[in-house]
């Protein structure tokens, strides 16, 4: 079979497994068509050159800390960090001795990868319309600082349907690690205030957000499995058309792996579909693909006004941007648009003016 054709076997409704280039186009399709909106999760920042620890790696140096504290004097802190989190939440101990004394306020802070950033330029393009993030940490909107813009993030409905309308939003549904004691770690924290409300208007928010758009999840499948309540909480009744889930993990595993997420790809009203690769890639794909598009509408732009001026039609390889290169390609796009040297890409559509486009086909 070809790349785009290959199907996995069906488990309840159909999960197609797609090839790589197949799931790009579909994304840049919804980009394209205004549809585009991504979940990313704890995997997209494991990959290098972040290299964000695991939920298991955090959780045993926090056991270790602890029990070599305590020693015999206490039994031994649990082995999860789910059940650790538990443990000091509902000792009213969570933020004040948890999150201060026993995780590393260092363990979030990393150097972006390509994922990171190709999230960034696109939400600063407004290419993507709606992200919604898993994560603490801050290293998409630290992308986007090395983009020379400002990523549109926020904790709840309030400070993202806040935003100008120009600007894509954000939402990071289980806080940020700016505010430590503002961030979701125990699952009884999901049952009392102030998180409760904020994750139910978060919901609320993204129902509307997410309906009939095109949805990719990159970096979900990981061991941060107290992610699952609240994204049952938070997507339990969003309807998406059509659900990519980008991971190299195999499809026959998703109902176990992420059950929230599989129930949210079965609700789709259009398609359910499966990419198995590293979400950095797919992202970084993903832009360079936008980035020769957005190029390739300014060539062609000033094509028929080449044509008048010299009498004949340009060589078609004229017409097609000649790089690969994400960086390179977004400084073109930046050129392009007339942006000053401390701005970033803004624009997701090229300008329809025939002048700009002739001018490069001259040269």
Sequence with gaps: MSDGTKCAQSIGSSVNEIGFQAGVE????????DRLALLCGAGLSMAQPSQLPSAAALAWKAKQKYDATYGAARPPLPVSIDDQAEFFFQRGELATVYLRLFVDHDAFSAEPNVGHIAAADLLL???????????VDQLIENAGNMLRGQVGAGVSRERVASLPPNISPLLKIHGCWSDPPGTVWAAGQIAVE???TRIDEC?????????DRDLVIVGYWSDWDYL??????TLGTV???RVIVVDPGETASFPVKAAAL???GQRATHEFCHVRSSGDAFLERLRVEFSRSFIRQVLHGGAQAYAAQVGGNPNNNWLEPTSNDAEVLWRIRRDLEGRDPGEPSKSKTASPAPLLGMTLLQL
């Design 262 to 264: 599989f129930e949210l």
């Design 239 to 241: 309807n998406p058309s």
């Design 194 to 196: 102030p998180i409760k």
């Design 125 to 135: 393009t407004g290419a993507i319309q709606t992200a919604i993030s898993t994560n």
């Design 26 to 33: 579909k994304a840049l399709d919804a980009l394209l068509g």
């Design 203 to 211: 919901g609320a928010w993204l129902v509307n957000r997410l309906l």
């Design 228 to 233: 699952n309540e609240v994204l049952e909480k």
